[in-house]
Each structure stands twice: as C-alpha cells, then as structure tokens.
C-alpha cells in the first residue's frame, strides 16, 4: 500500500540554519503530496502542498519540490527562526482517493535554538 | 471563518467504557475526517464521511465507528476502551469539491486517556 517514510527526529539547529527534512514516498497512480506543521499543543497546520510532478510548494520560507523520478518531497528552508521549531508532517493522498484519506510519516520534530 | 471545533479538548475513560467524541467542520465544508495520533504509530487514518456516507475506511477494528449529520458534524464513537486506544484523535474537514481541493483543515483534537 501507500506510505510515507520521513528522517527520524528530532532535529535541532541554530537560528539562521539551513532546514532539509527528507520526506519519500510509495504510492501507486499520481499522488499529491503536503507537508504539515504542528505545534505544540495544536492541530496540524497545511505548510505546502504539490499536486503533480515538479511542481514546488512554498508557504512561510519554506519550500518542497515534487521528484517523480526519486519519489521525494523534501523540506527545506533557507534560514530557521526559534518560532519554527514543531514537528513536521509529510503526507500524500492518492489520485482518485479523497483528500479524508491523508497517509502521513511519522513526524520530524525540530527544535530551534537561539 | 470558524475553524474545525472539536469537543471536548480532554477526555479520561475506564477500561471497557464507550466514548463519543464530537467534530464540528468549517462551514459549508461536507467532508470530516478522523485519525488517530500515538507516539508509537504517528497520525492513522480512521475513516472519512462525506455527505453522511462513509466514503473511507482505514484499518481499526468495528470498535470504532461514525458518523456525520446532515448539518455536515461527525461524531466517533469508540466502544469498549482499551488501554492502548489512548491517543490525540484529529478531526479534519475540507470542502471536497474535487481532486486538487484538497486540503484538510484540523481542529485541535480531543486527547483521550484510558486508564
């Protein structure tokens, strides 16, 4: 079946750093791919979303590219503030499936430190 | 707008009892979603109810169940608890409207602790 498979965590970085948080994917047909954003003690959060191949999501600074060719969506961004630090979701739903049925990773929790 | 209302926030139950939880989606959205979230097994897909019909169905066993009103709130309803169905239960709706609309807006959840 479908999945996701994201870099364990957790992550910590000093402000300013650059972000890359891997994110792949196994998925039959032509899947649209997010990542999703946490904090603590809240609900998840739409970051960016691709929809098809070599489309590239950006929200907030940070920015992901969909790779058919190596089935991937990483997360990057150029350079981290303390406020980013939460824990980050990749997720992808199928074509023909309907956006209920989101598969998600496991969750990269990132901590940014001043 | 209102975002997606979920009630209650805390929920503490014993072994054996049911639970109901509630979700209550943006408006004019008609699809609610549910996912489980544990440390062990991260975010699970529970089942998706669009239009008052199950329209998705995840791996969980008949102890769990749905539903969704015409006014489009979905209720879950989990019968005889056991310990491991604590978790953070996610509700999430999205108008639905096709293929490329499709982004899910969470409430913040109802943490259920089964002691």
């Known amino acids: 079946g479908d999945s996701v498979t994201q870099m364990e965590g957790p992550v910590t970085l000093s402000e300013e750093a650059f972000l890359t948080i891997n994110c792949t994917y196994t998925a039959t047909g032509y899947p649209s791919l997010f990542w999703y954003v946490q904090y603590p003690g809240e609900g998840l959060q739409l970051l960016l979303k691709?929809?098809?191949?070599?489309d590239k999501g950006s929200n907030k600074g940070f920015e992901a590219t969909y790779r058919k060719e190596t089935t991937s969506f990483h997360l990057e961004k150029g350079s981290v503030q303390v406020s980013d630090s939460a824990v980050y979701f990749c997720a992808l739903t199928s074509y023909g499936g309907s956006q209920g049925n989101l598969i998600f990773g496991k969750g990269t929790k990132l901590s940014v430190k001043p | 707008k209102a975002g997606v209302t979920q009630t209650p926030r805390y929920l503490i139950k014993t072994r054996g009892q049911q639970v109901t939880l509630s979700c209550s989606p943006i408006s004019g959205h008609r699809s609610v979603s549910w996912y489980q979230q544990t440390p062990g097994q991260g975010l699970q897909f529970l089942f998706e109810?669009?239009?008052?019909?199950?329209?998705n169905k995840g791996n969980f066993p008949g102890r769990f169940s749905g539903r969704q009103f015409s006014n489009s709130r979905s209720e879950m309803n989990v019968s005889t608890l056991e310990l491991g169905d604590s978790a953070l239960y996610l509700c999430a709706s999205s108008s639905a409207r096709g293929r490329f609309d499709t982004e899910a807006f969470f409430g913040q959840g109802t943490r259920l602790t089964v002691v």
């Open positions: 109810y669009f239009s008052e019909t199950q329209r």
């Open positions: 691709a929809t098809k191949a070599d």
